[in-house]
Structure formats: structure tokens, C-alpha cells
């Protein structure tokens, strides 16, 4: 078996004797494994038709995560042992195995009595996530060094994903127009207001910051009682804004259905998840953020949930290529999912707005003290 032959090129303790296929990713083949010494890891391979260039997104993930760990040593109410992810050499030294016939591969120790999970609906733990995700955002401020690499240049540019997906529709490469007449409307009637971060970013009004730019409650790892561990899936760890990270957190954190659901007038935004996230956000992060960037919080979990859906659109027009499926139209599901959940946001905006200001309030009360 491949993997099995490849997991033995990377510094592991003993053989494996048990191989699962680990995650619900959309992109890259994940695998725990157990040896015979009890070891237990997790090999990727990785997607490099969607990271085209995996030395640079590896140097990204060893620069980061060699951050957090030492950070975290300075600190005695934290254990980088198990609060970052920690990648596994191969027998070479490399950080990441590149194999002739089956590609790139990388390999990250496991964090024992730990999961993930694709919702969450208890205040308490989504608190813990917005606690985590606040974190590395606030931890990685001095990291050392030269910018980021881009993993996907233009991942978040709405801009981009506006055009490639009229495009799409223009060209229609895989005969599906027909079937989303109703959405491309949908969408246009919305790009203009969607493309307002776009222009406080170019006009230096929001700071360029190092972003997870994948924060989905499913990236967040939490022990057995509920406290938020770590963050994973870094591959996309590279220079963006605060509200990418926190609006596309909100879209899975803080919605009441899953990714695809089927019957949409299950799909809200719940307010009582969205406060406990933008709680523990900001519980961390309200210190460094300047003021347009918290006034535009509320307002990004709408943008990133419109631009999220438009690239599952975008995926379902050019004949899903980008994101794994496991039924026909699943991603034009996920679209739709996303439209609905925007439309909830549309109408919860005043409350959203509110949530954020009075949680900044009772956090300078609380400083007062």
C-alpha cells in the first residue's frame, strides 16, 4: 500500500500497523496512522493541483508553526506540544516528501484525545473557537521575517472571484447556466456592496495582517471537555485582512445547517452562536484591531459567506474541479446554502452590529475595573 510505504520515509517511531482515512477536507487524502510504538500521526497528500507550488506553501506552515510552538514555551499556561500543529520530518530532514509517482506529501503528529467537528452548536465551545482563532491572529503579529508567501494569490480578492465567476458564466464550460439563471441575478444585484472591504483594503484603511483565511469550526481542534486546542488546515496561512478570517468563521460557526443542506428554511445565522464567537474573537484580538476594522466585523461574516458560495458556483459552473463532491450539484447546494445564510445575515444586520459594539463596551468596563 503507497501510503504505508510512504509514511516509513518520515522520522516515525516503530512501522504502522493501522491505516484510517482521517477528515472530511475538501482538498487534500488525509490518513491517521498507529505503529507498532504507539506513535500516532497524520500523512497528507497534498493537493498540488490547487497548491501549485507546495516548497512555498511548506516554507509558510514550518515558519508559522515554529512561531506559535516557541512562543507558547515562553508561556506557562500553554503547552505547544499540544496547541500547535507540529509537522514530522522525513528521515532526510525535509518538511515535506516529494515522490515521483504519487506527488507531495507531508506528515503532522496527532494530538491524542482531540477532535474536530463540522458544527458545533454549544455557546460555550464556539467561544472556545472564536478563543483560537482570535489567538493566532494576535500570536502571529511579530512573527520574524519576510511577508508571507501567497499559497493562492487573489484567494480572498473579491474582485477576482467576481470576475472569474462571470466569466465562468459567460463561457459556461460545463452546460450549467441554464440551472443557476436565478442565482447569477441573485449575485449581481449584490457585487457592488460586496466589494466595499475590497476598497478600504486598497485605500490603507485596513491593515494587511497575517490571516488563517480558512476558519471553519471544523479547523478548530478541541479536547475532550470542550477547550479549543489548536487551529489546523494552515495551508492558506498568508497576508490578508482580520475580516476574512473572522467573517468566514462566523459563516460555519454561527449557521444554523450544514454546509449543504438540503432543505434551506433550516439555513440562519444564530445570533446567540454569532455573539459567543465575536466574544471570544475579540477577547483577544480587540486590543489590536483599529476601529474600522471592528466596524466592519458584523458586515464581513455577510461578505465572506457571499464569496464562499460564490466560488462553490463558480466550482459547479467550470465542472467541480476545485472542491471535492460526493453527489451531483453538491456544489451548487453549497452555493445556495450560502445565498440563504447571506440573506439571514441581510436580515439580522442591526442585531449583528449591536453584538459587536456592546461586547467592545463591557470589554472597556471590564479594563476600568
Known sequence: MIVEEIS???????????????GSGHIHDTYHILTDAGQQVLLQKINDRVFQDVPVLMSNIKRVTRHLYGKMLRMPDHDPERETMILIPTVNGKHYLYEKSSGYWRMYRFITE?????????????????LAYGRFLAWLVDLPGPRLHETIPAFHDMGSRIGRFL????????????????????IEKRTDEMMRLHFLRVGG???????????KINNVLFDTKGIALCVSDLDTVMPGIVHYDFGDAVRTAASTAMEDEKDLRRVSVDLRLFEAFSKGYLHET???LNAQEIEKLAFSAR?????????????FLEGDLYYKIHYPDQNLQRARVQFR????????????????????QNQKKEKMK
Open 8 to 22: 516509513k520515509q518520515f522520522s516515525i517511531q516503530g512501522s504502522p500497523v493501522k491505516i484510517r482515512i482521517f
Open 303 to 315: 461578505m465572506m459567506t457571499f464569496l464562499i458560495g460564490l466560488r462553490f458556483l463558480t466550482d
Open 114 to 130: 482531540s477532535r474536530y467537528l463540522d458544527q458545533v452548536e454549544d455557546p460555550r465551545m464556539v467561544e472556545q473557537a472564536g
Open 167 to 186: 466569466m465562468s458564466a459567460q463561457k459556461d464550460p460545463a452546460g450549467r447556466v441554464r440551472l443557476v439563471r436565478k442565482e447569477i441575478t441573485w
Open 286 to 288: 480587540a486590543s489590536i
Open 205 to 215: 484603511r485596513i491593515p494587511e495582517r497575517i490571516t488563517h483565511n480558512d476558519t
Open 341 to 360: 445564510l447571506v440573506e439571514s445575515m441581510e436580515k439580522n444586520a442591526d442585531s449583528m452590529e449591536e453584538i459587536i459594539s456592546r461586547i467592545i
